[in-house]
């Protein structure tokens, strides 16, 4: 399953006994945060109610591709960035990594987007994460617990590409990110370091819709070897998931008024 688009297809399915935390003012801190259990089973009778087949749902082992479009935009700068990503899962590990083109005849761009050391390990048993991020030219090795992205269901149910999905929304800084997710694969896992969902996150959106990642294929036939989960992790400064969005806030506010966008 590819396409040069993503289709999500929406529809609100909402019973007495179903309760979804609405979207509320990133400002009022007394809203509920999204409740993984409880998500769990909305996304199992949404499902049913869509008539998908049940024998999809669940699964635990697999391989995820997608594509990342990101139009950046300055003052008197602009360039699309496009990468592709791949999470080669099971029950106890998940491995995020760059795919690098085979081809790439584009010299101009900036070396930091012709070859990513990024990559991204999550743990979905005990929440934990084993991250090598660069940012700003700097290699970061986060490792432990991350910090928890404070997701808020929107109650949107629909159809992401064949997949059943759900809407959440997040707030980092100035920015707020949405995402679909689905319960088809149960796992808290995402691209890039994208995840804290009760289900796989098959599309989302950030700075204001110029930053789209999409997922391109799901291969749930596909048997994960073990020197899939095999990492060599750059050498970087060792850091803390909590201040490491910290500066990544701070510093990206600093751009935004250095430069616009």
Same mark, same amino acid.
């Not at 399915?13 to 945060?33: C, D, G, R, V």
């Given at each position: 399953?590819?396409?040069?688009?993503?289709?999500?297809?929406?529809?609100?399915?909402?019973?007495?006994?179903?309760?979804?935390?609405?979207?509320?003012?990133?400002?009022?801190?007394?809203?509920?945060?999204?409740?993984?259990?409880?998500?769990?089973?909305?996304?199992?009778?949404?499902?049913?109610?869509?008539?998908?087949?049940?024998?999809?749902?669940?699964?635990?082992?697999?391989?995820?591709?997608?594509?990342?479009?990101?139009?950046?935009?300055?003052?008197?700068?602009?360039?699309?960035?496009?990468?592709?990503?791949? #999470? +080669?899962?099971?029950?106890?590990? /998940?491995?995020? @990594?760059? $795919?690098?083109?085979?081809?790439?005849?584009?010299?101009?761009? !900036?070396?930091?987007?012709?070859?990513?050391?990024?990559?991204?390990?999550?743990?979905?048993?005990?929440?934990?994460?084993?991250?090598?991020?660069?940012?700003?030219?700097?290699?970061?090795?986060?490792?432990?617990?991350?910090?928890?992205?404070?997701?808020?269901?929107?109650?949107?149910?629909?159809?992401?590409?064949?997949?059943?999905?759900?809407?959440?929304?997040?707030?980092?800084?100035?920015?707020?990110?949405?995402?679909?997710?689905?319960?088809?694969?149960?796992?808290?896992?995402?691209?890039?370091?994208?995840?804290?969902?009760?289900?796989? #996150? +098959?599309?989302?959106?950030?700075? /204001?819709?110029? @930053?789209? $990642?999409?997922?391109?294929?799901?291969?749930?036939?596909?048997? !994960?070897?073990?020197?899939?989960?095999?990492?060599?992790?750059?050498?970087?400064?060792?850091?803390?998931?909590?201040?490491?969005?910290?500066?990544?806030?701070?510093?990206?506010?600093?751009?935004?008024?250095?430069?616009?966008?």
């Amino acid at each position: 399953m590819s396409s040069n688009h993503t289709t999500i297809l929406t529809t609100e399915i909402m019973e007495n006994h179903i309760q979804i935390t609405p979207l509320q003012n990133a400002n009022q801190t007394q809203s509920k945060f999204i409740s993984l259990d409880k998500s769990l089973k909305q996304a199992l009778l949404f499902i049913i109610l869509l008539g998908f087949n049940l024998s999809s749902f669940g699964q635990t082992q697999g391989k995820i591709t997608y594509k990342e479009v990101w139009e950046r935009k300055f003052r008197n700068w602009s360039f699309t960035e496009e990468h592709t990503w791949e #999470i +080669i899962f099971n029950d106890t590990i /998940a491995v995020c @990594r760059w $795919i690098k083109p085979k081809e790439d005849n584009n010299e101009q761009r !900036p070396r930091w987007m012709r070859d990513l050391t990024d990559v991204y390990v999550t743990y979905p048993q005990n929440n934990e994460v084993h991250d090598a991020v660069n940012f700003m030219q700097r290699n970061f090795i986060l490792k432990g617990s991350p910090a928890t992205m404070k997701w808020r269901m929107t109650g949107k149910q629909g159809m992401v590409e064949s997949y059943p999905a759900m809407e959440a929304r997040s707030i980092e800084g100035k920015d707020t990110i949405l995402a679909w997710f689905t319960p088809v694969v149960p796992l808290s896992i995402g691209p890039r370091e994208f995840r804290g969902l009760p289900g796989a #996150i +098959i599309y989302l959106e950030q700075d /204001a819709g110029r @930053r789209k $990642i999409t997922i391109e294929n799901l291969d749930l036939q596909y048997v !994960p070897k073990e020197s899939d989960f095999k990492v060599d992790f750059p050498k970087g400064e060792k850091s803390s998931y909590e201040d490491f969005i910290k500066l990544r806030i701070e510093k990206t506010a600093e751009l935004r008024e250095m430069y616009g966008g």
